[in-house]
Every structure is written in C-alpha cells, then in structure tokens.
C-alpha cells in the first residue's frame, strides 16, 4: 500500500465532490496586514485522506440553511496551535489517563517507546510519561491542555500528535498508535535565470494553518553556495515549504514525496497597477490579492485538482500602487481591498510573450449597508435578536487560496438589534445579494427567520419573528434488518444538503435509539437526502426530498451487503472501486492495494454497477462489474 499511496490520493481527490473545511461560523475573513513579498499565509490541506464527514465537518459558511447540532452536541474542538514552555507538571494525571498500543508500519507491538508529552508545531519533549512494554501497551495520563501527546521510538520514528481533547474521547478504549520515520527532503532554490540561490531562508508551514498540526515542523534553514538545503519532514503532518530572498519569495510547494523540491524564485513576469477609490484617488495601503487562474473553472461550483494554490498578497504603495512578480506565464485574477470594506470587483489580466508586465486598474466601492427592523407577529419590536447576512449563493472560503470567491467578493455581517428591534448590518457590497436571517430566542437557536435574496444597499427589511417564520421540518424513522426483521440498533447516518447544485454534508449527527432517528431543525423550502449504514448490511440512499412543515417519516430496511473481490496477479496493485450509478456524493469510492496473494476485497457495498480502476507505475486499467446484494462478485484483471 505505501509503494503507491499517492497514486491512490490522486486519483480519488479527481473524483470526490470538494469538501468543506471546518470555518468559525461568526469570523469574517481575515485580513491581517502582510508585507510585498511575503508567500501566501491562507492554505489548504490536500493531503488527500478521504473526509469523514461528522459533527466538526459542518459547512459553517451558511449555517443557517442547514440543521443546526443537538443542544447535547460535543462542541468543535478549540485548536491550540500556541508554543508552551516547559513544564515539569507537563504530565499531570488531573484529567485522567489514557491507555495506549504502540505499533510499526506493519501493525506489529514495539517494545520500549517512550510516550512523551510535547508541544504542538515545534515538538519540543516536556516530559517523557511511559514506556510500552512486552505487549507495546502503556498507560500515562493526559497531558494538559495546550499539550500534545506522542510515541517516539529512536529507531522506528514517531507517532504524529494527539490533542488531550481527542484522547479524552477515547478515554474508555485502547488508542493504536503507529510508528512512522520522518521523510528526508532535498530540494534546491534558484533564480528567474537557473543559476543557483545561495543563503535563501527555506521555510515550512502546515498546509492548513488553522488546524492544530500532527507532527513537527521543521526550524527555518537557509541554502548553502549550490542553493540546496536538506529537512527531515513529519510524516504525520501536510507542509508547504517556500524559499525567500531579498524580499522576494518562491511559490510555496507541497511536500508530497522524498523527491527534490525545486524552488524558484520569480523575477521575469509580473503584475501591476493602481488602486482608487470611488473618488478616482489612490489608495495607500490596499491589499491586493494575486491568484493564478485556472481557465475554464468555476472555482465554488467545480472545485480544484488540489493543486499547489497561487495566491500573493501584497500592499500598495503611498500613490497607490502595487507590483507583484508571477512565477509562470498564465492568466490571473487580481482583485484589492481595504480593512473591512468590500473588495474592488475582481480583474483578469494575462501575463504572454507580448505582455510579460501587465497592468491593471482596480477601483474599490463605497461601502453598503442592510438596515431593518426585527419584529413579532404583532408588529412590536424584538430587542436583541441576532441578525446576519451572508453572501446569497454557496460559498466555500477553504477554496480562496486558488481563486475569489463569493466569500471574498461579498463577505458577510451581523449585529443585534436594539430596543426598538432595530440593526444595521455592513459593511457590505450594495450591487450584491445576500441571505438575512434572525435568531429572536438565544435559548432557541434553531428558531430563526431566514429571507432570500436582499440587496447590499437595502434600508427598509423587516423580519418579522413570528410563529410560522420560525417553524423547522424534522425527518423521522425506524431503521429495520430486511432479512430477519428486527431493529438495526447503531446505524451511521448521514444528511446531505443540495445547495444551487452542490451536494454538501449537513454535519448533522442524528439521534438515534434502538432504530429510530430524529432529524430536527430542517430548513422548510431546502433539498435533503438520507444515508443509512450498517455493517454487513448494504447502504440505503433516499431519494431528494424538499423539507416541509412538519416534516417526513421513513421506515427503512438494510438488504444484506454485497462484496467484491478484485484479482490483479500481483501484490502492492493499487484498486479503485467507483459505484457508477451514486450521486450521493459520500461514500462513493473506496481505494485499497492488493495482498501478497494479489487479491483485495471490498465488503459492505451497495447493490449496483462498479467501476473497478487498477494502477501500476502510473498506469490506469478500468473495467466495469455488477454487484448483488448478499453476494459476492469476483472481477479478475489481467496486466
């Protein structure tokens, strides 16, 4: 499976729906100053392990159309990504202890691994905790908050990091660790011409700066007289690495091999122009914002290859104007902003043969504002009541690193209305539309008043929190055994919500007891489907179903699950399997390699027609098969 992990990753990012990344549902985007130069701070993790959709995965960029958590729900964990220093109460047992089993690549228990406590980013040892002993088991308690726990063995490598928070969960179970050895990069960084970059700072960052990373990241290195520099990288942990030099810095590249990493720092395109206001005067100080475009993409509808994202942030200069150097000949996008306020409309701009240093005139918009009234069904006015507004149409702010998008373009507001049920929602882009809704009761979140499509500049809304507003649709049902009857008591549920066109995780965990699940606060007029899993039992997938008052009831009954066994001839075969007919958008690719007897089997599928892909050394063969629940289908793939 190692030999060709990332042909796997590759293939099966091509084919997955993009997924959203956890965004704090009240942020707006941020936008702390950056100095010319500096490579692009906002990143996104590509390391290409299939999402799980749970409870931390909801898309919070439009909450307010999709089910909101249980009030029992466990909270989004709080990532501390802050340096601590030591601290010979590192391992205190106050929150308790957890029990451990330390294993190599192989699955085998290792003896004598210490279990330390270390901190996040730099994993500096504050304290060893235990060892494992003959049967690769230890028990040490938790180390405490701000902490990460991790199993290091001299010979064997390390474990990645684990929060407090996650062992906690965990705290009633034995939790594997395995053992991996860090990757040794080489790389080297060069000028706009080939020659060599000596003394280059090489720096590393987590590919998605906002999570709490799992491994090391490497100190900060700078080339020797041939431009190269050497790291050795955490597996356990998704990194960007750029070079700078003179205030001029590299694209960032993701680490995805052993390979050499070639750096090299742009000089011989660029892109560049004036930044005005409304008035036609320069702007000092703007951000502009530089992305590489990718042509004939909707960047929110269609998604990415999950590239390496091209995006520089710069600020103007006192007479408003900006430069940035482009590492390639290409189409970008360039758009500019000020604090708070709306961007200027986004520009695209060419960068050729004919026209190596383009030139573009970006003019930022007088800021709008929503204002309205929050009253009852009786016309009174509602005091305090939360109110929002956020772009009209889905938006995906994980997707800005390779394009604007309506997030960027529009952002988003919110405020509480005053005594006399009165707010003023801005600053915000008055040629733009967007969603207001109210949340009237703090104790009932999930009763709110959601109204579609409201100018940036409007000035007269009224939300009126009454009854009927404020109503939400549920989705009911038993979950049954087809073949004996009786009540499937643990299933896995998911929901879905279809969003202009996109199907995304509702993020929703249900709840469930002895087969039957309560879906509540669905919002009325919205498209949601149902999954339901079961092991040794094929999926069901609902059909669409548009959310009403008061809501649905389904009685559902899991066939037995199909099989697939795959026969490619030969060991270490990586296989790919696809259902043809799944529009459900999860679940819906497996990938495993074949065993020392060149075979693979592929357990709980649902009834239907797969595609079956086989790689080797980078070469792709595709065959089809039908699966029958209960049974097994076996598919035999020649060379």
């Known amino acids: 499976m190692s030999r060709s992990t990332t042909s796997i990753r590759r293939i099966v990012a091509l084919g997955l729906v993009t997924t959203v990344i956890l965004i704090a549902a009240w942020l707006i985007v941020d936008d702390t100053d950056r100095d010319v130069g500096a490579a692009p701070a906002v990143v996104i993790d590509t390391s290409g392990e299939r999402p799980v959709f749970t409870q931390p995965m909801m898309p919070h960029a439009m909450p307010e159309l999709l089910p909101e958590p249980p009030s029992n729900a466990v909270d989004v964990i709080a990532f501390d990504t802050s340096t601590t220093s030591a601290d010979p109460d590192a391992g205190s047992a106050a929150d308790g202890e957890v029990a451990l089993r330390v294993v190599d690549e192989q699955g085998r228990p290792v003896v004598d691994t210490a279990i330390c406590a270390v901190t996040f980013g730099t994993g500096d040892v504050l304290q060893q905790l235990g060892f494992t002993d003959d049967a690769g088991l230890a028990t040490v308690p938790l180390p405490r908050a701000g902490l990460a726990l991790e199993a290091r063995q001299p010979n064997l490598g390390t474990s990645g990091f684990i929060a407090p928070a996650d062992l906690r969960r965990q705290?009633?179970?034995?939790?594997?660790?395995?053992?991996?050895?860090?990757?040794?990069?080489?790389?080297?960084?060069?000028?706009?011409?080939?020659?060599?970059?000596?003394?280059?700072?090489?720096?590393?960052?987590?590919?998605?700066?906002?999570?709490?990373?799992?491994?090391?990241?490497?100190?900060?290195?700078?080339?020797?007289?041939?431009?190269?520099?050497?790291?050795?990288?955490?597996?356990?942990?998704?990194?960007?690495?750029?070079?700078?030099?003179?205030?001029?810095?590299?694209?960032?590249?993701?680490?995805?091999?052993?390979?050499?990493?070639?750096?090299?720092?742009?000089g011989r395109w660029s892109v560049g122009g004036l930044v005005v206001d409304g008035d036609d005067e320069p702007v000092a100080g703007a951000r502009v914002t530089v992305w590489r475009s990718v042509p004939g993409v909707d960047i929110e509808r269609d998604g990415t290859e999950r590239l390496t994202p091209h995006r520089i942030d710069v600020l103007t200069n006192r007479d408003g104007s900006f430069a940035v150097n482009v590492p390639t000949l290409s189409e970008y996008t360039v758009m500019a902003r000020v604090d708070d306020d709306p961007p200027s409309p986004d520009v695209r701009t060419i960068v050729d043969d004919w026209t190596p240093h383009a030139t573009v005139r970006l003019r930022i918009p007088d800021a709008s504002e929503i204002a309205g009234r929050v009253v009852d069904e009786y016309g009174s006015p509602v005091p305090d009541a939360l109110v929002f507004a956020r772009p009209a149409h889905l938006f995906q702010p994980e997707l800005d690193p390779y394009g604007p998008t309506a997030f960027t373009r529009f952002g988003q507001a919110q405020d509480n209305s005053d005594r006399d049920g009165r707010f003023v929602l801005g600053p915000l882009n008055g040629a733009a539309t967007y969603i207001v809704f109210c949340r009237p009761d703090p104790r009932r979140p999930d009763r709110k008043v959601v109204v579609r499509d409201v100018l940036g500049s409007t000035s007269d809304l009224v939300l009126v929190a009454s009854d009927d507003n404020l109503r939400r649709a549920s989705w009911t049902g038993e979950i049954y055994d087809e073949t004996s009857g009786l009540v499937i008591a643990a299933p896995v549920i998911t929901l879905i919500i279809r969003l202009d066109d996109i199907v995304l995780p509702a993020g929703l965990s249900p709840q469930v007891a002895d087969g039957s699940f309560v879906i509540d606060s669905l919002a009325p007029g919205y498209d949601y489907r149902l999954r339901v899993d079961a092991p040794g039992r094929s999926a069901f997938q609902s059909d669409w179903w548009t959310a009403t008052i008061p809501g649905r009831r389904d009685i559902i009954r899991l066939a037995p699950a199909g099989q697939l066994e795959v026969d490619a001839g030969e060991p270490g075969v990586d296989v790919i399997v696809r259902r043809v007919d799944d529009a459900f958008g999860v679940d819906g690719t497996v990938a495993d390699a074949t065993g020392l007897a060149g075979r693979v089997t592929f357990s709980q599928l649902v009834a239907?027609?797969?595609?079956?892909?086989?790689?080797?050394?980078?070469?792709?063969?595709?065959?089809?098969?039908?699966?029958?629940?209960?049974?097994?289908?076996?598919?035999?793939?020649?060379?």
Request: net charge positive; with cysteine.
């Open 608 to 639: 239907g027609t797969y595609e079956v892909t086989t790689v080797r050394e980078e070469t792709l063969k595709t065959s089809r098969i039908t699966v029958v629940a209960g049974r097994l289908a076996r598919l035999a793939v020649e060379r």
């Open 171 to 266: 705290r009633n179970t034995v939790v594997t660790l395995t053992l991996r050895p860090d990757v040794s990069i080489n790389g080297r960084v060069v000028h706009a011409d080939g020659a060599p970059a000596a003394g280059a700072s090489v720096q590393c960052r987590p590919q998605h700066e906002q999570s709490r990373p799992r491994g090391r990241v490497p100190a900060l290195t700078t080339t020797d007289a041939n431009g190269t520099f050497a790291l050795l990288v955490s597996p356990w942990i998704a990194l960007e690495i750029s070079a700078e030099l003179d205030g001029i810095a590299t694209v960032p590249m993701r680490v995805r091999s052993s390979r050499e990493l070639v750096l090299e720092l742009p």
